[in-house]
């Protein structure tokens, strides 16, 4: 599981967006901008949207041999900058989405009701980050 460094878990509780990068079926990157909570016990970044989204729709295909989707999410503010990748999912479970939700309204805002909703939950398996963070 990846552990963030002080410095990194700080800046992923701040309130900024970031853009998410999944794969198209033919292979193109397909980058949008997000916004994303961080799981520190878990090391997962949860993105909510709706089930028929082109991401949500990316993040649940699976490659030519049988692979889990990849994808990333990448903020910046200035000089400082993370990029969080990994395997890409999307979860269906009501407490799940319930428990994304919850954090999405503690760093940004509250959501409204969407019975569409699920989570594209990425379980991280590489970080990257600017010197500014260096661990």
């Known amino acids: 599981m990846v552990h963030l460094n002080p410095e990194q878990r700080v800046f992923v509780t701040e309130r900024h967006l970031a853009t998410l990068t999944t794969l198209r079926e033919d292979g193109s990157p397909h980058v949008v901008p997000v916004a994303f909570t961080w799981d520190d016990d878990t090391g997962v970044v949860r993105v909510t949207t709706n089930r028929r989204s082109v991401k949500a729709r990316n993040a649940g295909r699976r490659g030519p041999d049988g692979a889990p989707a990849?994808?990333?999410?990448?903020?910046?503010?200035?000089?400082?900058?993370?990029?969080?990748?990994?395997?890409?999912?999307?979860?269906?479970?009501?407490?799940?989405?319930?428990?994304?939700?919850?954090?999405?309204?503690?760093?940004?805002?509250?959501?409204?009701?969407?019975?569409?909703?699920?989570?594209?939950?990425?379980?991280?398996?590489?970080?990257?980050?600017?010197?500014?963070?260096?661990?």
């Open 70 to 135: 990849r994808a990333s999410v990448c903020q910046v503010e200035g000089g400082r900058w993370i990029t969080l990748e990994g395997t890409a999912e999307i979860v269906t479970d009501l407490v799940e989405i319930v428990d994304a939700v919850a954090r999405y309204a503690r760093r940004y805002r509250p959501l409204e009701p969407n019975p569409d909703r699920v989570v594209l939950r990425i379980t991280v398996d590489k970080v990257m980050s600017s010197a500014y963070m260096a661990g």
